[in-house]
């Protein structure tokens, strides 16, 4: 059986979350915070989560185990069949990545723990958000998912990682981060009505204090 290492609270972690259940994937979820341990070293070599165990050895990177599942299992397709088509949603998961849920998390300690970030920093992402968010509004379809009228990957991406930017990009900034991409509102509201969506976010609901502990802990060391 596949052995799935993260917590609820992780955005990547229920990416894949998510991709399992659409795929109908039978896993054994392992709650594992990100942790330099010998012992979690010896399964994942960065510490990071998430991480997952196959019969052949472990898989690292969100995008990395998608594509592995995608492939492997049947259920939902989240990747188009022709190259062209793949790439492209690939394209879209790269640019959500680099231009979205990098800058954002920049500034996750202020917007969601209150620890503070730099000025210069808080700058840099506020621009940088603005510059993402309208480069996916030029890339994506939104008709009615990013890539098209077929849900893809993409859509996991965008939702996990739109909905912390957001809430950073209105905390700090008082910004309409979704409001830079016409259609995008509409693709959240389409995604989070997903029972399986609902479900997850009820989990990450359950599981926020026992984060917070292990947070409080972590600043407390620093």
Known sequence: MLKLYGFDVSNYYNMLKLAMAL??????????????????????????????????????????????????????????????????????????????ELPARRCHTEAFWGVPVHDTTKKEVKRALLNGMQSIARVASFSPYLAGKEFSAADIFFLYSADLASSVATKLFGIDLLAEAPGAKALMDKLNALPEVKLIAQQRREATPAFNEYLSKAFSKN
């Not at 019969?55 to 939902?76: H, K, P, R, S």
């Open 23 to 100: 795929k109908g994937i039978d896993y054994k979820s392992i709650t594992t915070y990100p942790n330099q341990t010998p012992e979690y070293l010896a399964i994942c070599p960065t510490g990071k989560v998430p991480a997952l165990l196959t019969e052949q050895g472990v898989l690292i990177e969100t995008n990395v185990i998608m594509e592995y599942l995608d492939e492997n299992y049947a259920g939902t397709q989240l990747y188009p069949q022709d190259a062209y088509s793949k790439a492209r949603v690939k394209e879209l998961v790269k640019m959500i990545e680099l231009y979205i």
